[in-house]
């Protein structure tokens, strides 16, 4: 009789978790085209990470899957900047963003299909005025990505 509330009560514990997880993927996955969740922030569900943050120096993510919006940092750019980007993934796609004054700028958006276009590191210039911005990087059913950025070249 122990045994069989055990299971019933374990098995509604591995439903519900279950359910969270995928509500959670879910939620994560409607953020890549919606600017109003990025700038919030979103759901985001990131599995098998690794980060790397040398404040002022570089950020560095490497991720089995990942999809949503990952806040990494705030910056203070000058105008028209460049910024230093390496980005790989196996499936899905990404963006990395640059938020000011609620106003999303895609720095740039890599796909499995785009992927040696970022393998190595690059600058890339943005047309953008000086000031303070929020740096993110958003995900959809992201596999196996690898991003660094140099934040030195920044200043």
Known sequence: MRKTKF???????????????LFAACNANDVYDNDALIIRGGASMTVGSSESNIPGQSYALKAKKFSGVKAVTTLDLPENPVIYIKLTLWAGKC?????????????CEQTAETDAELAEMKGIAKELSAGRY??????QNVENIDIKIDLKKFS
């Open 95 to 107: 963006k990395v963003v640059l938020i000011k004054d609620d106003k999303v700028n895609i720095v």
């Open 7 to 21: 299971a019933k009560i374990f098995l509604a514990a591995a439903v519900c978790a279950a359910a969270i997880m």
């Open 134 to 139: 929020q740096l993110k990087f958003v995900g």
